[in-house]
């Protein structure tokens, strides 16, 4: 996963991490495409909040694409 970094003029920040997208649907094969995942914090908002929910987030995605990886 490659991961970019940058601030915005508005003081918020974003990170876009590239990563792939797999899917499959019943009487499809798997399917595999890359996709952009943006996370942008906005400073004027609870940050607690929002970290915490893109960190539950980024973790659910990890764990996911380890178990597709494993099958």
Same mark, same amino acid.
């Given at each position: ?10 003081? +918020?920040?974003? !990170? ?8 499959? &649907? ?5 399917? *595999? ?12 908002? +609870?940050?607690? !909040? ?8 980024? &973790? ?5 694409? *380890? ?5």
């Amino acid at each position: 996963m490659d991961n970019k970094k940058r601030q915005e003029e508005d003081g +918020s920040k974003v !990170v876009v991490a590239e990563t792939t997208e797999q899917r499959s &649907s019943a009487g499809k094969g798997p399917e *595999q495409r890359k996709t952009e995942v943006v996370h942008q914090s906005h400073p004027k908002t +609870s940050g607690g !909040v929002l970290v915490g929910a893109a960190a539950a987030v980024e &973790s659910t995605l990890e764990s996911a694409k *380890q178990v597709i990886s494993k099958k």
